[in-house]
Structures are given as C-alpha cells and as structure tokens.
C-alpha cells in the first residue's frame, strides 16, 4: 500500500506501451525492421521512405506556419543548429543578392569577421536551452551549469516575475511585463550600438528548469512584435513544453498568434528532437546545417504511433481536463496550507507552486517519494509536476490525498 499512485501509473504505462506495440506489429516489416536496426547518416543517406515517415509524424503535428522540419538527437543539439539557422538567415538578409566575399571565406576560417559575423541571440535570466556551448550562453537557471566555461557576450533580458494570484495583482503583473519588454528592446538597440547585431531572441513558453515561470499570452504576444519590428527571428524553445502537456500540442498555440514563431524546437516527450521553421529559413546549400545522425528515423516510427494514440485518446483534452483537477486541489491546499504553499500557478498538467525555502522544499520532495510519489524541484524552492498523457483526474484525487496528509503532518 507504499506505493499507490506509482503501482498504479506503471500498471496503466505498460498497459499503455502495449497498445502501442500491438499497433506497431501490424507493420513491423522488413523496410520497419530495418529502421530500428541499421542507424542511416541521415544528412548524406536518408531511407528513401524518411519523407513519408516524417509526414506521419513530425509534420502531422507541425506549428501553424512552419512547414519544414530538421530531425535532431537531444533538445541542446536542437538549439544549437536553431541558432545556426537563424544567423545564417539573418547574414543571408544583410548580403541580399551578392555572393559571398573571398575575404568572408578566408577570416571564417580564423574565427575573424566578416566571415563570423558579431551576431547575438537574446535571451531571459531563469532560461534554460540546454548545456551545449552557444545554449549554455543563453542558460541562467542555476551557476552549476555555466561554471568555469568561457561563454558569449549575448544580451540577457528579465522574464516577468508575476505575482499571485494573478487576478489580485492584474495591474502590478502588467507593469512587471511592460517593464521586461521594454528592457528587451532596450538591449537590441544598445547591442546595436556596441556593433553586435541580436539576428535572434530565445525563450521558453514557461521557464522550466528556472522555477516553471509563466508570462500572459500578451507578454508573449507583444515579444513576437518586438522582434518582428528589430528584423529578429522569433525562437520558441518547446523542448519541455512541447507534446501536449499543457492541454494544446505546442504551448505557444495558447498565445493565439497568426504568426507565432519562426523556428520551434522540440526534443524529450517527441521520442526525437529536431526543429520546425518557416521556408525562407530552409539553409542555402547542403552540409550547412549537418551532423552524421541528425536524428534517428526509429525514433520517428515511435513517435508516429504516439500519435495516433493521443489522438484516438483524445490525451491533450485529457491533459487539460486532468490540469484542472490538479490546480484546483493545489489551489485548495494553498488555502489550507498558505505557510507552505504559494505561487500556486499551471497550464494543463505542467503545474507547479512555490516553497517558502530549498530545505522545506527538499525535504516535502523526499516524503512524497517515500510514499510513491515522484515530484521534482525547479527555480530555488519550487515543485512542479511532470506527468504523464495518461494522467487522468483520479491520479490526481489520488495525489491530492497523499499530499494533504503529508502537509497536514509536516513539522
């Protein structure tokens, strides 16, 4: 009886994955076979099927507008090539119709400009876009991952730090978001000035790693101006917020954007990772956005049959419905509970709240675990919660029970 919520998810998860089996081995054939047990150099030799393949998943789910999409192997390879995407875009709109220079050929291979131009992304202090080198310029979610690495001088702008609840402190909250934008502006016109173009802003629908930190769709909406009106590419990092957990597919499709983005990345709950972007993105020549995998087309496979089964499932509605349940009874707790909880904030199932300190937090993590649940922590006190598609509105009554006995208990 230690472990409800957990023997109970990995009964359902099994059950799950079978299902999902049972589909794939209608088709496991010879050319399926194949997929999972030879790993093609996808850049040079993709499997002639890959195209289609690719139409059944990846694009079946692409972002509005963004109809091409370049396979990858984890979320910071995604944004690393992301951002060679769009500087190269970006140098492509400054040369116009000339060709590149003798002199562009010879000082790149020197690290020298022109030929490396002094380009920038701009990015938001709690940001998290992975580990790699150029991402880790634009990670500030906690000192232990940018330690001791030389990084790049990129401009860094405030996210909002809302207050809550939201509906108490509407005009603070839009003050707090007027202020970060102008800010964001504010650094592309003083990087300008310092002859370091920004060809690019990165930020995440809701700052994960950094303490699942939320904006209003406005903020978002008003940042994809700014951009727009710099000559920025707009790059939405959905490498967390991706898949459907926040009761729409993509996070952004929340903002309600005719044009929401320029380039999307996506990786964890995608089985693959990779990018979506616009045409006029598509790189000039061959070789320029490369590596020996870029992806793995077995992953593809798997990630098509996940669809369909969210869609027969109908699982994004689920995540909403099943989010409700969650922040409700959160929200409930806060009531009960205000010395321990704060900040109680969610999107479908990405849910989180605030801990009055690291070591209370820690330590309310640990007894959950003890008793079969796994939360996890982010920012410097928060807890969020990650589940599963399936998680439905009993997993969260279930939760909800468990954890109003261990605050009720906590000393």
Known sequence: ?????????????????????????????????????????????????????????????????LPQVMTMACGSCSNENAFKLIFMWYRNKERGRNNVTKEELESCMINQPPGCPDYAMLSFMGGFHGRTFGCLATTHSKAIHKLDIPSLDWPIAPFPRLKYPLEDFVKENQQEEARCLEEVEDLIVKYRKKK????????????????????????????RDIARKHGCAFLVDEVQTGGGCTGK?????????????????????????GFFHKEEF????????FNTWLGDPSKNLLLAEVIRVIKREDLINNAAHAGKALLTGLLDLQARYPH????????????????????????????????????????????????????????????????????????
């Open 1 to 65: 009886g230690m472990f409800p919520v957990q023997i109970g998810r990995l009964h359902e998860s099994i059950t799950w994955l079978k299902s999902i089996f049972t589909s794939l081995s209608g088709y496991i054939t010879v050319g399926v076979l194949d997929t999972f047990i030879n790993r093609p150099a996808l850049g040079i030799l993709p499997p002639e099927n890959f195209s289609e393949r690719l139409k059944e998943s990846l694009l079946s789910v692409a972002p509005k507008g």
């Open 196 to 223: 370091k173009i920004v060809a690019g802003i990165i930020i995440e629908p809701i700052q994960s790693e950094g303490g699942d930190n939320h904006a209003s769709d406005d903020f978002f909406r008003k940042l």
């Open 249 to 273: 597919f993509w996070a952004h499709e929340h903002w309600g954007l005719d044009d929401p983005a320029d380039v999307v990345t996506f990786s964890k709950k995608m089985m693959t990772g």
């Open 282 to 289: 598509r790189p000039n020549a061959p070789y320029r956005i």
């Open 340 to 411: 321990l909880i704060s900040r109680v904030r969610g999107r479908g199932t990405f849910c989180s709240f605030d801990t009055p300190n690291d070591a209370t937090r820690n330590k309310l993590i640990t007894i959950a675990r003890n008793k079969g649940v796994v939360l996890g922590g982010c920012g410097d006190r928060s807890i969020r919660f990650r589940p599963t598609l399936i998680f439905k509105d009993h997993h969260a009554h279930l939760f909800l029970n468990i954890f109003s006995d261990i605050l009720a208990n906590f000393k």
